[in-house]
């Protein structure tokens, strides 16, 4: 079965720390892509950042990074240096191949909230 | 600007009433898809369009419709034969790179 799980319901972080979001995934695919994405309160889903599954290095996009780790089947999302418009809901998404066709599976999300 | 508007942004329907949300894009992408979020949750797609004219079933179809007459036009009708249909709609198109997707703003559905 093809799944994304988050584990992490809610984070409190205190402003300025990294942050680590967890996402696990599950899939039989030889090529696939990893996506997260992030959703304010005003509820557009904003894309941060991508890892193909055979780009050998970790994707880094400004503060935001992609721990890949294949064998281990994580995609883990580090945000350094937090701040107070980092609070949002962060989604996971996993780009599978179905029926010829692409589609994203979707984690169920990680409320992060930012401590001043 | 480039990007997708979807609209309204909130929309009020009585029981046993259909109701069309709009999802527009100046993208030039050729793919486009409908999900639905409910409070707390992940997305979960409703209807997928590849291409004009053909449009594919996704996870939670039954009792939703879909047109893809244009390629920047890609209309979710809310029926009523859904059941449940509170939630808020995200509509989405894509490009071939990564096949990251673009979100709208998205539609808050409520029902009376």
């Known amino acids: 079965a093809q799944k994304i799980t988050q584990t992490q319901p809610g984070m409190f972080v205190q402003e300025k720390e990294a942050v680590t979001l967890d996402c696990t995934y599950d899939?039989?695919?030889?090529?696939?892509?990893l996506f997260w994405y992030k959703q304010p309160s005003s509820g557009e889903m904003i894309f941060l950042i991508y890892q193909g599954s055979y780009d050998e290095q970790n994707a880094t996009e400004g503060r935001y990074s992609l721990n890949f780790q294949k064998a281990r089947k994580s995609a883990n999302l580090v945000i350094s240096a937090s701040q107070l418009g980092d609070s949002a809901m962060y989604f996971c998404a996993m780009r599978v191949t179905m029926d010829s066709n692409y589609q994203l599976i979707w984690g169920a999300g990680t409320k992060l909230i930012i401590k001043p | 600007d480039g990007g997708i508007t979807q609209s309204p942004k909130y929309l009020f329907r009585k029981e046993g009433q259909n109701v069309t949300l709009s999802c527009e894009q100046n993208?030039?992408?050729?793919?486009m898809y409908w999900y639905r979020q409910d409070p707390g949750q992940g997305l979960r797609l409703i209807y997928y369009?590849?291409?004009?004219?053909?449009?594919q079933k996704g996870d939670i179809a039954e009792g939703y419709s879909v047109s893809r007459e244009k390629k920047e036009s890609f209309p979710l009708t809310v029926t009523s034969a859904q059941k449940n249909p509170t939630a808020f709609y995200l509509c989405?198109?894509?490009?071939?790179?990564?096949?990251?997707?673009?979100f709208g703003p998205g539609t808050r559905l409520t029902v009376l």
């Open positions: 369009s590849q291409i004009v004219n053909d449009f």
């Open positions: 989405a198109s894509s490009t071939g790179r990564y096949n990251e997707q673009f």
């Open positions: 993208l030039n992408h050729d793919a």
């Open positions: 899939t039989s695919d030889q090529s696939y892509g």
